[in-house]
Structures are given as structure tokens and as C-alpha cells.
């Protein structure tokens, strides 16, 4: 949930203040459970609700501050040093380079590379999560990547 | 490097990241679902005992007893003044012009009367 949160808000407070309300929803709404999408679904389905209702709030209100300099600090997200040692180029600069392109994202393509890629959900799982038919699921992820293969070019 | 295996590089590096959940968030949800399990009053009472519903119960009562004193008050005048009222228009309406109770004072002294029982005149 944490880490949906802040991948998707780009703010460590706020993505905590989304954890700790889908926590206090998870707990009320418990006896309406039913187990028939899974619990993990479920749990993350209340928390990217909530993401969306945040960003949805966020255009009327100012925008955050950029931080070009280290995407992965406000955001509060860390990365496994062994994957970028496994890179020729330098990994913080890799990381930060795709980090920052995965922020630039419209909002439903991000939440779908998040899902997808960072979570490592299922095209099953991902429909129901987001209410959307499994091609637009794809569709949106094949845009992403597009997007993300270009902003990486320069690091092949 | 070929198209997917590119892609498959970007996927491994997004995956790489993640955000670690922070121990101070769930101990927070934790404290705010206890608290929430110990008000097990009905919804209408704890509707009831906000801060705004109060203020307002009190101000109510406030206008209402300062409203009734009045009220109260104005009546109580009211009831003097209309009961003195009441007795002066009694009297001077039994009183007559001469100051009698509208019987004619007999200066004479006789006791004889005009009219007799029988109803015969002398």
C-alpha cells in the first residue's frame, strides 16, 4: 500500500496519511469482505481509491514542488542497490532518470505501470482493481512503456 | 539491446523500487481504531456531545430561560396592574354622586316607608 502510495502521490506524507486511512477503511469495512477478488485486491483497491481521490483534489489546489534533483526522497520510495550496481552506467542516475519519467506519466498510465511492474499484479487483478476491460489495462500499459523506453534512449 | 528485452530491463528496474511502510503509521491507524472501539455510545449521542451541538444546546437554553423571566416578569406587572384596575372601576361604579352606595339617604329620619309590603300606597 505504501509503497502504491507513494508512487503514485510522489509525497511520503501524504502517501502515510492515504496508508493510514485505507488502514482505518480496511478496518471498518472487514465484515464486507468476501474474499471474492482477494484480499491483496481488495486492500489495494481501497488505497488507490483513495490515491485518485487525493490527485483528483490535488488540480484545485497547488501543485507540489518539483524535485528534479532526487525524485526517490520525497517520494519516499528506495530502490535495491544491486539492480543498479548491475547497470554499466551509474545507477542513481538511472534510477533517478526513470523514477522521473515514470512521475511525468498521465495518472492512469502511471497507476498501471505501478501496479503492473512495481507490484507485480495480474492482468486478472489489475481489471478488477481499476473497472476497466483487460485491453484497456494493456493499452495503457503499452503507452507507458513507450513513454518510458524513450526517456530511457539515452541510457541503452 | 532488442525491444523486449529492453523492456524487460525497464520492468526489473521498476520493480527495484518500493516504499518501505513506516512503523509510526501503523501504530497511529492502531491507536485511532482503539479509540474508536472504546466510543460505543450510539451514533446519536456522540452526534449529540460535539462541541458545535452543545454550544448550541446551551445558547438555546440561555435564550430560553432569559426569554421565560421576561415573559414572567411582564406577566406578573401585568396581573398588578390590571387587578388595581379592576377594584378602582368596582368601587366608583358602586359608589354614586353623592358618595352613597347609590341609596338615597333619607335626612328626615322616618322610618315610614312609601311602599308597603302589600304593595299598597299610603
Known sequence: MTTLAAS?????????????????????????????????TWVLRIAANLCRDRLRRRKF????????????????????????????????????????AIAALPEDQREAVVMRHRLGLSYTEMTDMLGVPEGTVKSRLARALTTLRTAMEEFR | MSLEKNDERIAKLIR?????????????????????????????????????????????????????????????????????????????????????????FDESGSSESTVGDSGSVR
Open chain 1, 8 to 40: 503514485m502521490l510522489r509525497d511520503r506524507t501524504e502517501a502515510d496519511d492515504v496508508v493510514e486511512e485505507a488502514l482505518l477503511r480496511i478496518h471498518a469495512a472487514g465484515a464486507q469482505f468476501r474474499g471474492e477478488r482477494g484480499l491483496r
Open chain 1, 61 to 100: 489546489t497547488a501543485p507540489l514542488p518539483e524535485h528534479d534533483e532526487d525524485p526517490f526522497a520525497a517520494a519516499g520510495l528506495t530502490f535495491d542497490p544491486t539492480v543498479a550496481m548491475d547497470e554499466a552506467l551509474d545507477g542513481q542516475v538511472l534510477m533517478a532518470a526513470l523514477e522521473r
Open chain 2, 16 to 104: 527495484a523500487t518500493h516504499a518501505p511502510a513506516d512503523p509510526a503509521v501503523l501504530a497511529r491507524a492502531r491507536a485511532r481504531i482503539a479509540a474508536m472501539g472504546e466510543s460505543s455510545e450510539p451514533a446519536w449521542v456522540r452526534w449529540l456531545a460535539r462541541p458545535a451541538v452543545l454550544a448550541a444546546s446551551g445558547g438555546l437554553l440561555a435564550v430560553t430561560l432569559a426569554a421565560g423571566g421576561w415573559m414572567l416578569r411582564s406577566a406578573a406587572v401585568g396581573l398588578v396592574e390590571t387587578s388595581g384596575t379592576i377594584e378602582t372601576v368596582a368601587i366608583s361604579d358602586l359608589l354614586g354622586d353623592d358618595g352613597s352606595y347609590g341609596l338615597a
